[in-house]
T-cell receptor
């Protein structure tokens, strides 16, 4: 069974802090994703990666960056956290081809105060 | 613009009822389709993929209508444990960045 693990379930950070959210998958999936989910807005794609060191912007990349140094690990970085980045962050992975479903981690609920 | 629309609900149904959700998508080039289930404050989990010929998994039936550009999910003999939000997901192909999520339909099954 696919396992996608996010490093923290709950996180509280202060405005201006640099925040790292880590995600690891154990199924050798090529593709990894970071979403945020907010009430009434659904899931929105921040960044995705289809290979090591490769990254593509999603719909809302502003204020975020990502790192994929190893195939199994995809990190989301908030360079300078702001209160409007308070959200549920979901990591997901999938293999090729494109019609494969996503497998999600259990989410990180980030609060920025 | 690529959009996926769902009725947000909530659908409040008694145990044992049959309930159906539809999800419409805007782009006829859509390649693959999925239904996910999301419990409150949890991550989405794959319920089922949707195939062109329709598919069934126990009490759940998914269908695709390409001509009218919608997919449906039918739940028979609803259980209390079916209470959740159901997300429709459409892949427009080309890259995995073209996965579009609906905002979900909330189902509440009452005793």
């Amino acid at each position: 069974d696919v396992k996608v693990t996010q490093s923290s379930r709950y996180l509280v950070k202060r405005t201006g802090e640099k925040v790292f959210l880590e995600c690891v998958q154990d199924m050798d999936h090529e593709n990894m994703f970071w979403y945020r989910q907010d009430p009434g807005l659904g899931l929105r794609l921040i960044y995705f990666s289809y290979d090591v060191k490769m990254k593509e912007k999603g719909d809302i990349p502003e204020g975020y960056s990502v790192s994929r140094e190893k195939k199994e690990r995809f990190s989301l970085i908030l360079e300078s956290a702001s209160t409007n980045q308070t959200s549920m962050y979901l990591c997901a992975s999938t293999r090729w081809p494109y019609n494969s479903p996503l497998h999600f981690g259990n989410g990180t609920r980030l609060t920025v105060t | 613009r690529k959009e996926v629309e769902q009725d947000p609900g909530p659908f409040n149904v008694p145990e044992g009822a049959t309930v159906a959700f539809n999800c419409t998508y805007s782009n006829s080039a859509s390649q693959s389709f999925f239904w996910y289930r999301q419990d409150c404050r949890k991550e989405p989990k794959l319920l089922m993929s949707v195939y062109s010929s329709g598919n069934e998994d126990g009490r759940f039936t998914a269908q695709l209508n390409r001509a009218s550009q919608y997919i449906s999910l039918l739940i028979r003999d609803s259980k209390l444990s079916d209470s959740a939000t159901y997300l429709c997901v459409v892949n427009y192909g080309g890259s995995q960045g073209n996965l579009i999520f609906g905002k979900g339909t909330k189902l509440s099954v009452k005793p």
